[in-house]
């Protein structure tokens, strides 16, 4: 079905992989557009409940195939408007926890689709570089949404201004990643976290996404508004009646997505 990602399901993860290893998995048209589609499918699947997003080989994603565009007039305005930006917006749209496991390097563009992402594992030989300002370029895909939110304004500036490159380690003590999986297990490491968020209530885990989403752009009296909006859908699901029985029956709940 899909030329440029993998997309396989089980256990209720959706797992995608950007799978142009030749290439460092670099953005091709193609590939923009599939991530999009793929995630449209996993919102859809109900036995979908997680969705891990990484790379084939040594790298996560190197950003955009300059080869994909060379030789070309590129209004990089509508460029992005027509291939990134409705595949950043999916990452948002989707109401289901999405992880980076980002496995080696995320360049660029690359690295704006992890921080579009809810959780980034990082294997340890993982690294992040903002690497737009080398070009002449602003950080696009996100980046300049994403990342100050995450780091701050001022680590984000550094970052962004200066194009260095952050290791896993560095990553981790700003922020910028959730957690440091070894490279050796890298894979099992991931599918187990992966594992865990597939057996949360799922319903009640896309309305906290929604919501401190939402929350991001509002001031705090339309926050709690929504808050009570979002309440009152999860208050009606049935992994809410099913956790307040397993609460007075003092046993481990049994989430099933509804």
């Known amino acids: 079905m899909y030329e440029t990602i993998l997309y396989e399901v089980y256990d209720g993860?959706?797992?995608?992989?950007?799978?142009?290893?030749?290439?460092?998995?670099?953005?091709t048209r193609q590939m923009n557009r599939e991530i999009t589609e793929a995630l449209k499918q996993a919102q859809k699947d109900d036995h979908v409940r997680c969705i891990v997003l990484?790379?084939?080989g040594k790298a996560f994603n190197a950003g955009q195939d300059l080869g994909d565009v060379q030789g070309t007039d590129v209004d990089y305005g509508e460029f992005l408007r027509k291939r990134y930006n409705?595949?950043?917006?999916?990452?948002?749209?989707?109401?289901?926890?999405?992880?980076?496991?980002?496995?080696?390097?995320?360049?660029?563009?690359?690295?704006?689709?992890?921080?579009?992402?809810?959780?980034?594992?990082?294997?340890?030989?993982?690294?992040?570089i903002d690497v737009f300002v080398s070009i002449g370029l602003v950080p696009d895909s996100g980046g300049c949404y994403f990342l100050p939110r995450i780091v701050g304004i001022g680590k984000a500036l550094e970052l962004a201004i200066t194009?260095?490159?952050?290791?896993?380690?560095?990553?981790?003590?700003?922020?910028?990643?959730?957690?440091?999986?070894?490279?050796?297990?890298?894979?099992?490491?991931?599918?187990?976290?992966a594992a865990k968020l597939a057996k949360l209530p799922t319903r009640a885990v896309g309305l906290i996404k929604r919501t401190m989403y939402k929350g991001l752009q509002m001031n705090l009296e339309e926050t709690l508004?929504?808050?009570?909006?979002?309440?009152?859908?999860?208050?009606?699901?049935?992994?809410?009646?099913?956790?307040?029985?397993?609460?007075?029956?003092?046993r481990s709940p049994e989430f099933t997505g509804r």
């Open 54 to 56: 990484t790379g084939a």
């Open 86 to 128: 409705p595949m950043i917006l999916q990452f948002q749209k989707t109401e289901k926890p999405i992880i980076a496991a980002v496995n080696g390097v995320a360049v660029g563009a690359g690295m704006s689709v992890a921080l579009a992402c809810d959780i980034r594992l990082a294997s340890e030989n993982a690294s992040f």
């Open 225 to 250: 508004e929504y808050e009570a909006f979002a309440q009152e859908i999860a208050g009606n699901t049935e992994d809410h009646k099913e956790g307040v029985k397993a609460f007075f029956q003092k």
């Open 13 to 27: 993860i959706a797992r995608m992989t950007m799978n142009r290893p030749d290439k460092f998995n670099a953005f």
């Open 163 to 193: 194009g260095e490159k952050v290791s896993a380690e560095e990553a981790y003590r700003i922020g910028l990643v959730n957690k440091i999986c070894s490279a050796e297990n890298f894979e099992a490491e991931v599918m187990a976290y």
